[in-house]
Every structure is written in C-alpha cells, then in structure tokens.
C-alpha cells in the first residue's frame, strides 16, 4: 500500500509536455559572382573588389612618360600599345563546376584611334571569349592593352587632351 | 524478377538519371557578369633618335654606339695637326683656319611624331661644357655652346633621317689632352 502511495506522487510531479515539429526547407541555390581585383603588376583599380571597377591608364603618349602600372610594350611606325594588369576573380558557390568560361566584350564601339585587347583578345561589342577554364576562388591575372594610332586628330587618330572612357563587359559562364 | 520488380528497377533508375542530371545541370551554365571602365587622356608626343648614316664606316661617317636610341656615343679616335686622325671613318681637315684642323663625322637624326597634327619641327644643339680656349664645336658649321641652345633647323620633316655633321676644330697651341663633350639635341615640334 505505501508502494503503490509513492508511484502515485510521483506522477503527479511530471510537469506536463507537448511536442511539435517544423519542417523547414531551404532551397540553396547555386551560383557564381565575377569581382576586379587591382593586380600587383598593374595599376590600381577604384571600387577595387567589386563588380563594376575603375581602371584610369593616366596620360598615355607613343614616347612620353607613363603611370605606374602601365607599360608600353609596342612602339609602332602606325601605333603603339599601352598595357595594364589587372585580376578577375570568380566565385561559385552550390555548384559542382569545375572551372569557367570568361568573355568580354565593348559596351560600344571603341572610340576613335582606339583598340582594346584582354590578353590576346581584340573586343568588339560581341563577346568574345578570354579563357575557357578559369579557375574558382583564384585571382587570374590577365592584360588590358590599348593600341592607339599615333595618327593626328581628325586624321584618325583619338582625340589629345581631354579624358576618353569606355566600358567593357564581362561575364562568367560556370563550365 | 516479377513484372513489379522490374518496373521498380527501372524506376529507381530513372530516379538516380534525374538526380545525377539535376547535379550536372545545378553546376554549368550559372553566369556572374562584371563591367570595368577604362579611362586615359592621350598627349601628343614626339621622339628623337640618333641613327648611322647609311654611309656608315665610309670616310666622314663614324659608327655610333647604340645607334637607333636617344642616347648615343660617337668615337672619333685620336688627332694631332700634323698626323691627321687614328680613324679612316674620321675626315679630316687641315687648315681649316689660321692653324686649326678639324675631324668630324655624320650621322643621321630622326625625330617621329605621335598625336600631333604638328608639320614639322626645329632643331636645336648645347654642349655639355665650355670647350677650353682654341677648341671650337659644330653641327652643320654651326658653333655650339654650353649657355644655351643654338638652332640648327627651323623646319625638319618628321620621320626623314637629316643628316648631321658634327666637328672639332682644334688650334695649334691647344695642349694634348681628352676632348669630351655631351652634346644635347632637343627637337620642339612646330
């Protein structure tokens, strides 16, 4: 009798419980994001780490001086070329690619007197592609290079003296 | 295997194909865009280069040293009044004036220009230091010196070798000694 007493209590003590459950879910997209990094070899980029980044060459003439970061690997009778150096750097994320596929291409046509290259590439408002593996996570260096006709202004030459944008497009295709 | 059996086979396998292409597709054809825009400010510029004439190592042209840059040396041997010069590439003159002699040497300067609607430029020459008393320096018979530019062209063509001559003269009474000077050209577009 005192047993069965004691049992008895000691139901009463539990405090009472109740359980639920969530189901969660969570759809974990993949992806990739393409950023500018300034290259030690070339000039520094403003917004340098992002997405939509500055590249300035300075002054740039066939036999003057340049800014630091920029080369002048030709000197031609018709043209020269200046170069910088600058990163691109791709990150996947939820994606089992191994590598990817860079192009670029001109937001509109090179101004006057102007070509542009990534590495051996000449860009056109069309894609054109750089590098078909790029590798994840990685800073990959590539050359920017400017051929300019030393011809005269209004003679086919670029305009001298006042500061002349373009823009370049890039995109990353995961592999 | 009943009917049931392979029905479920075929459709774990199927199953599995799906997966398998589900993770392919996840992982190709994501894209990540950029844009970058590029600045410069082109000048307009101009070169200078000294170059062999093509009569080089013929009497009256002297090869140059690092000939094709702007930066140049020129060796015209050695000289006295009564011996003449060491170099058969050196002319030389005697009597040239009351008791001088002359050695001198040609050579070819080529100014380019880039981005510059500019027709043509002059040319200008200075040494480097007074030349001691008797010892005169030219370009083109032109006494040079060492306060300030002197002119040697108005209206040179761009990208055309002009030749040049350059010359010492040398009186008598001038003590034997090395004859040095660096001689700066400037080319100012016109």
């Avoid at chain 1, 759809?27 to 590249?55: E, H, M, Q, R, Y």
Wanted: aromatic share 8%.
């Amino acid at each position: 009798m005192a047993a069965l007493m004691l049992w008895s209590a000691a139901l009463f003590a539990q405090n009472p419980t109740a359980t639920g459950t969530i189901n969660a879910t969570l759809i974990n997209k993949s992806g990739i994001s393409l950023v500018f990094d300034s290259d030690p070899g070339g000039v520094a980029l403003g917004n340098n780490g992002s997405s939509t980044a500055s590249l300035n060459f300075g002054v740039i003439s066939a036999f003057g001086p340049l800014a630091a970061g920029v080369t002048r690997p030709v000197v031609g009778a018709n043209s020269y070329t200046v170069r910088t150096l600058f990163d691109v750097q791709v990150i996947q994320a939820g994606s089992t690619s191994p590598n990817y596929t860079l192009t670029a291409q001109l937001a509109a046509a090179a101004p006057t007197g102007f070509a542009y290259a990534v590495d051996a590439v000449t860009l056109t408002t069309a894609a054109q592609t750089i590098q078909t593996n790029g590798t994840y996570g990685t800073d990959v260096q590539h050359s920017l290079n400017l051929t300019v006709s030393t011809a005269a202004p209004g003679a086919g030459g670029p305009a001298v003296g006042t500061p002349i944008s373009a823009t370049i497009n890039f995109t990353a295709t995961s592999n | 295997m009943n009917m049931n059996d392979r029905i479920g086979v075929w459709r774990s396998l199927f199953v599995a194909c799906s997966c398998l292409w589900s993770l392919t597709a996840a992982g190709q054809g994501q894209t990540g865009t950029a844009q970058l825009t590029i600045t410069m400010t082109v000048q307009s510029s101009i070169s200078l280069v000294f170059q062999d004439n093509p009569a080089v190592g013929t009497n009256g042209f002297c090869p140059l040293t690092n000939s094709g840059t702007n930066n140049v040396g020129l060796d015209l041997g050695s000289a006295s009044f009564t011996g003449g010069d060491s170099l058969t590439c050196v002319a030389f003159i005697k009597n040239v004036g009351a008791g001088f002699y002359q050695v001198s040497s040609a050579f070819d300067v080529v100014v380019t220009k880039a981005n510059s609607s500019s027709p043509n430029y002059r040319l200008a020459a200075q040494i480097s230091a007074a030349p001691p008393a008797n010892v005169t320096w030219l370009i083109n018979n032109i006494a040079l010196t060492n306060s300030a530019f002197t002119q040697l062209d108005a209206t040179d063509n761009y990208a055309t070798p002009i030749t040049k001559t350059l010359q010492v003269q040398v009186k008598n009474p001038v003590p034997a000694q090395v004859l040095q000077e660096t001689i700066t050209f400037l080319a100012t577009a016109n």
